[in-house]
């Protein structure tokens, strides 16, 4: 016990002196380093600060990329990149841990540049960005062609060349840098503004837009492979060529575009036809049409001659009907009489043929037929009169035995009202009403004095019979009471 709180030669320090300390050591030690690993867990803060993590397969490094220099960064972390930072070590004395300040980072190797590729062509793809519904058809021959590309490369130079010599049309640069930081950002900004331009502004609206760069390393063209690029393109309503690097070069751009050309040169080829070509082939169709025009009225002439021969002389034809209608005067002068003449031959014919002796025998002959047939027509209307008396007599007792009239001399009476129609009824009749009833033998005028109960009749049947008059009763047998 007395040799631990004996006084130690050992300097005594605070938390914040040995933090400090470990601060400047490390700074001083590793004032700028570059650091190869992998990007894990990247975030960016509200303030635009990046924070995130570098891993190998044994240790790990948290690393930060302020807010001002994540404007600078050619690619933007993402989860999973291999690349390789620069920056300084420093240490952060609020959790005693160390960190890397990134002030720039390069993708490790071509690898990690063609699988951050391949990524994010899936993810693109996936949205529909690529699909071939989206892609526009391109103008035959636009009157404004608009020039994504670097103003000082051979690549506008190639452009405006090819185009000169193919069929001149207006050409419009919108000047942007095809590579380096913000090289992305101008781009896309350039096919967003060919787009905003009015239809009838001072400026015209490009029918048709070239995305052009010349050839270069996959590093190079990287920015055509950026996603605010290729979303640009897609989004363009104005149809877009995109000519980007040498034939075997394939950037996200490509697959967005409306057409890709191998060649800025081709683009230009794609864009225009060739002026001699078209006047050539104009000059040609003329030609042709004017062989068709000429092939079509000399067939029809021949066909119009060939009918023509056939038609008769018109002066043949109407000096042949006017020696007709000279004909037909002249027979309708004579044929009243010729026809006279021969129909009087014919009477006398007739007349000859007809002699008295065979005329009395027809006369008798059809005399006899004429008796015979009245003979036979009166047999025939007697036994039809028979049988219709037959069947009316039959009806008429059928008739009769459903008369009213024979109900009536059964002992029934009709009951008829005031207007002549059939009482059926008791329920409704009014006290004091006439009525007039019928028997078999006449009618009686009653009126109605009182509703007598069914019940009542039916319990005294002797009341059905006629009572016998009083010697005081003064009627006069004409009408009576009723009910």
Known sequence: MADRAAPMNV????????????????????????????????????????????????????????????????HRPEEGMEVIASGRL???????????????????????????????????????????????ALPRLPEVVGVVTSPTGAVIRDILHRLQDRFPRRVLLWPVRVQGEGSASEIAAAINGFNALPEDGDIPRPDLLIVARGGGSLEDLWAFNEEIVVRAAAASAIPLISAVG??????????????????????????????????????????????????????????????????PNLRQVVEQKQQDIDGLSERLGTGPSRLLAAKGQDLSVI??????????????????LISDWSERLGIALRRS???????LEGLGTRLESVSPKRVLERGYALVKGADGTPVTVAAGSSVGAAWQVEFSDGAVDVTVGGEVPLSTIK??????????????????????SFL
């Open 11 to 74: 300097p005594e320090f605070t938390v914040s002196e040995v933090s400090n300390a470990l601060k400047r050591t490390v700074e001083d030690a590793f004032g700028y380093v570059r650091i190869r690993g992998e990007i894990s867990q990247p975030k960016v803060a509200a303030s635009g600060h990046c924070y995130m993590r570098l891993k190998d397969e044994s240790a790990v490094i948290d690393a930060i990329i302020w807010r001002g220099g994540m404007s600078k960064l050619a």
């Open 90 to 136: 420093t240490t952060y004395p609020g959790r005693s841990s160390y960190q890397i300040i990134i002030e720039t980072f390069e993708l490790a190797g071509e690898g990690a540049l063609l699988k951050l590729l391949e990524d994010r062509r899936k993810a693109l793809a996936a949205e529909g960005l690529f699909s071939e519904n989206r892609k526009q």
């Open 246 to 311: 040498h034939e075997t070069d394939t950037t996200l751009i490509d697959f967005a575009s409306d057409r890709r050309a191998p060649t800025p040169t081709a683009a230009a080829e794609i864009a225009v036809p060739v002026r001699l070509e078209l006047i050539s082939q104009v000059q040609e169709s003329g030609v042709r049409l004017s062989q068709s025009v000429n092939r079509l009225l000399s067939e029809n002439t021949l066909q119009v001659e060939g009918l023509a021969r056939g038609l």
């Open 351 to 368: 007349a000859a043929g007809l002699k008295p002796a065979h005329l009395a025998r027809d006369v008798h002959r059809y005399d006899e």
């Open 385 to 391: 009169t028979d049988r219709t008396g037959e069947q």
């Open 459 to 480: 319990k005294s049947p002797q009341s059905a019979s006629k009572p016998k008059a009083k010697s005081g009763d003064k009627s006069d047998g004409r009408q009576g």
